[in-house]
Each structure stands twice: as structure tokens, then as C-alpha cells.
């Protein structure tokens, strides 16, 4: 069974400062999608990033970055030099290959950016 | 594009009355899937389908019905409301490929009294 375990809920920071969103995971299956979506406070949920798990090149995107490691099964998120556009809910969700594209997802993180 | 459409936004039920959330995307995506939102438990899955006439129980399934007569919509139904069903709910859609991502509506608030 696939399992998504997000430890922090809440997280607040001022300003500027990097966000580390942390994400581990459980799955039986070789062949497996990590992803992280947002949710703002207007409550839609919004897809942000998508790894499989044959690929464990750790990437840039603006703003975001993120670091998966098989190893450890982790797959975490981090937000640099946040904004108070980035406060919201962030789930870590995983799908298996075989699975009909079913998301498991953690619990979420609350991010608070203080101004 | 509208993506995908979910109705209504808010609702208030009283314990026992049954009700239909509607759910309609105009993305030709195979698979569909509900989830319930609530506090502290992330999304959970309630019912799936692969295509149109194929449903499937997902983790939280007991007091939904569902059904897919098109691969458009995706009701969900609840056939007696109950306090325990007071959430949030979540529509979305993929494509059939493995992996791709999922598209989710605005959400219904349900409350249930």
C-alpha cells in the first residue's frame, strides 16, 4: 500500500528565508510519480511539480526546487526566498504505475510567510 | 477551458437527506477520481473510474455512490447524509498515461447538520 507522510504541519517564516517542505514515502512498486501541489487560500489545488522514480535528478524551477532521493525515500520541496504568495497548503502526493493514477497524499504543510 | 467543473460550491445538508455532487470535465481524460478533504487528514480517496462504465471503491468508499455514464461527468452521491460526511470535496481527472497529473475542481464545502 502506498503511504505519504508529511511530519511538520505548520511552518511559518518571514520573508526572504527559504521554505524545506519535507516528504517521505512508502510503496511497493518499482515504478512510481512523487508530485507536490499547492493549495492558497482560495482552497483550488494547484500541480507544481512531477518526478518519477527512474529519475532522480534534482531540478530548479524558479523558485522551487526539490531533492529526491531513493535512498531514503524523501522527496522534499523547497521554496526560496519565499513570498506571501507562497503561503498555502502543500501536499506531497504519490501515484504507483500501477495504479490508475490514484494519489496518496500526505497531510499537508501549512506555509505562512510573515511580511 | 473550463477544465474541471464541480457544483455546487457550498452545501448544507440535514442528517439523513441524500444529494448529488456534480462533476464534469471537458479534457477527455480517462480516469477520474473523488476525494474528501478534512482537517489534519490531507485528501482521501473515494471512488474512482478508469473510463466510462467502470468504477472502483477507493479508501473512504462506505455512504458514496458513483457513476460514470460518460467520460465527462462523474457524480458523486450520497445516499444519507451524515455528520461524519461534513468536508470538503474534490473532483479531478487525468489522462490514462501512468504518472500524469491530476486536475481538480474548486471543491464542494459540504456540511452536514
Known amino acids: 500500500a502506498q503511504k505519504v507522510t508529511q511530519a511538520q504541519t505548520e511552518i511559518s517564516v518571514v520573508e526572504k528565508e527559504d521554505v524545506t517542505l519535507d516528504c517521505v514515502y512508502e510503496t511497493r512498486d518499482t515504478t512510481y510519480y512523487l508530485f507536490w501541489y499547492k493549495q492558497p487560500p482560495s482552497g483550488e489545488l494547484v500541480f507544481l511539480i512531477r518526478?518519477?522514480?527512474?529519475?532522480?535528478q534534482n531540478e530548479i524551477s524558479g523558485r522551487y526546487s526539490w531533492n529526491f532521493q531513493k535512498s531514503t525515500s524523501s522527496f522534499n520541496f523547497t521554496i526560496t526566498a519565499s513570498q506571501v504568495v507562497d503561503s498555502a497548503v502543500y501536499f506531497c502526493?504519490?501515484?504507483?504505475?500501477?495504479?490508475?493514477?490514484?494519489?496518496?497524499f500526505g497531510k499537508g504543510n501549512q506555509v505562512v510567510v510573515i511580511p | 477551458n473550463a477544465g474541471v467543473t464541480q457544483t455546487p460550491k457550498f452545501q448544507v445538508l440535514k442528517t439523513g437527506q441524500s444529494m448529488t455532487l456534480q462533476c464534469a470535465q471537458d479534457?477527455?481524460?480517462?480516469?477520474m477520481s473523488w476525494y474528501r478533504q478534512d482537517p489534519g487528514m490531507g485528501l482521501r480517496l473515494i471512488h474512482y473510474s478508469v473510463g466510462a462504465g467502470i468504477t472502483d471503491q477507493g479508501e473512504v468508499p462506505n455512504g458514496y455512490n458513483v457513476s460514470r455514464s460518460t467520460t465527462e461527468d462523474f457524480p458523486l452521491r450520497l445516499l444519507s447524509a451524515a455528520p461524519s460526511q461534513t468536508s470538503v470535496y474534490f473532483c479531478?481527472?487525468?489522462?490514462?498515461?501512468?504518472?500524469?497529473?491530476?486536475?481538480f475542481g474548486q471543491g464542494t464545502r459540504l456540511t452536514v447538520v
Open positions: 479531478a481527472s487525468s489522462y490514462r498515461a501512468p504518472g500524469t497529473e491530476a486536475f
Open positions: 479534457m477527455n481524460h480517462e480516469y
Open positions: 502526493a504519490l501515484s504507483e504505475a500501477g495504479g490508475n493514477n490514484r494519489l496518496a
Open positions: 518526478r518519477n522514480s527512474f529519475d532522480e
